[in-house]
């Protein structure tokens, strides 16, 4: 685990090691333990290392025999051992216990093919000497970041954007396009970036570079057709047999190893499989909130409790009230994008806590996204009893939803929010649905809001449609959710926000195999009667009690709705007022006023939006004011006092 970076020139200019410096100097808390680089004449790669496997010889760059191929390399190779048994077979001969090694013997072996032989979260850079070619390559999933820069004189890389900016020549400035994908999805989908010139290479591909050219491959795509042939019970059964194995793959490490444990199916799956594993009790570690009752519908520690008692953990909770006004600077300087989803707050605060005790976590991310647990996921099984109602009820029913009040943080308010968004997308198309369930701005809002005119305004959802096959409705959703919000939200923040604090987290649910399987589920089968994760809950159901099984689901968040409303209001009313707006230049201060107010009055639940944009302004200070985040802090806490 570490951070890397790096670039070539095609200039016939030599690199330069103090621009590598730069770039890890920026990036090491990624890799507190070591650092290296190799230079070969135009061509320069780099690393800061977390020490996971091999503390005393994984050194890198790492090269082969005859020194005619380095590598650097960020994540961990699960099937290290059978792939490297397989490569010394053939003749290889290893220099380290290293897992990353083996990416050099396998392209040794297989040639370009070799990505499709790893099992893992990776981001890579190995550089052929005598080829004269260097390959930049990211995991299946997008687990591990990786950025470009790419112009006449150079390609250059970097697990973090500011790397990249650490660069002389390189500003930063925003994409108004990518600003766009922002607004509209509350994150900013890949290849874009939120900054202009730099991009997030996709999931699953393979950047090659050569004669002063780039060629993007991808190596790894989701099946499109489902597998109709197979019983329930079969499935159940290679599901309970591949997530068993995707753990116990994933518990390989030199250093302390634990478990985010929030108490619902994804991470309770996760500790018990991995208490399955081990002959000393399994770290876990848990967060919650302290405040009113909207901080109350968020704590989830009795269901972590629960879960740790009967695996017999040892179980680490932390109960917090975040300074949000001293936390969102460094945090949105760490995840170098805005974000408009809250668990980047969660999801830092437990890694932190975490941390002092262990170098290796394991999470449950990913599990709604294979199973079927968001609720989007029932738009078709509610859709077909809603449409064999009689018309004057469905119209009924859509002017009622339009005036139901909608809070997040309420039991109440919850389910009147669910049925609003059901009720208002109800008669739009399939494809349009789902948008509705995961955009924040809907296009018009954003065109009314903006004060930038002549925009390309890229469609990351209509184009990720086009390239999901097959006719399983959840199965496209899956396909939609692994190219968009799986990459460029969820793992996005865990990896920015745990190699925040120096902790690496591993997913073990995105498994490519587990994927795999899943995504051959049937729809029918996947979400049994409207039950959701039904697959997943039967293959756990001999471990977990029942009422972990079947409880609602909590997202892994922060109240931030109430908060806005609350304690926040002065920081979103400073941040967000009519002059800060007008001297950004890029919305109507008037509606974002209208936004506010209604969410105020619980008209709407604006959480997602107003954060949207109070994190875009947040983020433009430090990013393009060149300001510290230490700075925007101070004033950020000036404005709550």
């Known amino acids: 685990m570490c951070g890397i970076y790096g670039y070539w020139r095609f200039d016939g200019q030599p690199a330069d090691p103090a621009h590598l410096r730069a770039m890890g100097a920026v990036t090491v808390h990624r890799g507190p333990d070591d650092e290296g680089l190799h230079v070969d004449a135009g061509c320069a ?79 890579f850079a190995l550089w052929d000497a005598k080829r004269r070619r260097l390959l930049i390559g990211r995991d299946r999933l997008g687990v591990k970041p990786l950025y470009v820069l790419r112009d006449a004189r150079r390609v250059a890389f970097a697990s973090e954007a500011k ?23 509350g994150y900013v989908p890949a290849p874009f970036s939120i900054f202009k010139g730099i991009e997030k290479l996709p999931p699953a591909s393979l950047l090659i570079v050569a004669d002063g050219k780039t060629e993007l491959r991808r190596y790894w795509a989701l099946s499109p057709e489902v597998d109709p042939t197979r019983s329930e019970g079969e499935w159940v059964e ?46 876990t570690y848990a967060i919650g909130f302290e405040g009113g009752r909207a901080d109350a ?43 408009a989803d809250t668990a980047f707050i969660t999801t830092y605060l437990v890694s932190e806590f975490a941390r002092n005790d262990v170098t290796v976590i394991l999470s449950g991310v990913g599990g709604d996204e294979l199973f079927g647990g968001y609720r989007r996921y029932l738009g078709n099984h509610y859709q077909q009893r809603f449409e064999r109602l009689p018309g004057w009820v469905k119209r009924t029913a859509v002017a009622v939803g ?31 649905r789902y948008r509705s369930y995961v955009e924040v701005f809907a296009a018009g809002e954003i065109d009314r809001m903006s004060r930038v005119s002549g925009l390309v305004r890229p469609d990351a959802i209509a184009q ?17 959710d692994a190219e968009t919000q799986l990459p460029d939200d969820l793992l996005l923040l865990t990896d920015k926000m745990s190699m925040a604090t120096s902790l690496e987290c591993r997913v073990p649910l995105l498994d490519h195999e587990l994927v795999e399987l899943a995504a051959r589920i049937p729809e029918e089968i996947k979400v049994r009667g409207g ?17 972990i099984l079947e409880r609602k689901k909590r997202g892994f968040g922060t109240p931030m709705g109430a908060w806005l409303r609350g304690e926040l209001a002065p920081l979103r009313d400073s941040v967000l007022s009519e002059s800060s707006v007008r001297a950004r230049g890029l919305f109507e201060p ?52």
């Open 45 to 123: 790669i780099g690393m800061r290392r977390l020490s996971i496997i091999d503390l005393a010889g994984g050194h890198q760059p790492i090269s082969n025999e005859d020194s005619t191929l380095w590598l650097v390399a960020n994540g961990e190779i699960y099937n290290f051992r059978e792939l490297r048994g397989q490569l010394e077979h053939a003749g290889h001969r290893f220099k380290t216990g290293s897992d990353c090694e083996v990416i050099l013997h396998a392209y040794e072996q297989y040639g370009d093919d070799f990505v499709s032989h790893l099992n893992g979260m990776f981001g």
């Open 163 to 185: 790397a990249l900016l650490a660069l002389a020549d390189v500003r930063a400035e925003l994409d108004l396009s990518a600003a766009h994908c922002y607004l509209n999805l």
């Open 238 to 283: 290679q599901a309970r047999a591949q997530l068993d194995n995707a753990v116990r793959m994933q518990m390989v490490s030199d250093v302390p190893i634990g478990a985010f444990l929030s108490g619902g199916i994804d991470s309770s799956s996760v500790v018990a499989y991995m208490a399955q594993h081990s002959s000393q009790p399994i770290k």
């Open 297 to 339: 519908f968020y704590n989830e520690l009795p269901y972590a409790r629960q879960v740790a008692e009967r695996f017999g953990t040892e179980h680490h909770e932390i109960v917090v009230k975040p300074e949000v006004a001293a936390l969102l600077p460094r945090l949105l300087w760490h995840m170098d994008e805005p974000i």
């Open 402 to 432: 339009e005036r139901l009040p909608s809070d997040r943080h309420s039991a109440l308010l919850n389910v009147t929010r669910l049925a609003k968004g059901f009720l208002a997308s109800a008669e739009l198309s399939f494809e349009e």
């Open 464 to 480: 990720a449609f086009q390239r999901a096959g097959g006719k399983d409705a959840m199965n496209r959703m899956l396909a939609v």
């Open 531 to 547: 039950r959701l994760k039904h697959v997943l809950k039967e293959a756990v159901s001999h471990l977990l009690p029942k009422d």
């Open 590 to 641: 008037a509606l974002i006023r209208q936004l506010i107010a209604e969410h105020e009055q619980n008209r709407i639940d604006g959480t997602d939006r107003i954060l949207a944009l109070l994190n875009l302004e947040v983020w433009a200070r430090i990013f393009l004011d060149a300001r510290s985040p230490e700075d925007v802090a101070s004033e950020l806490k000036a404005a709550m006092a």
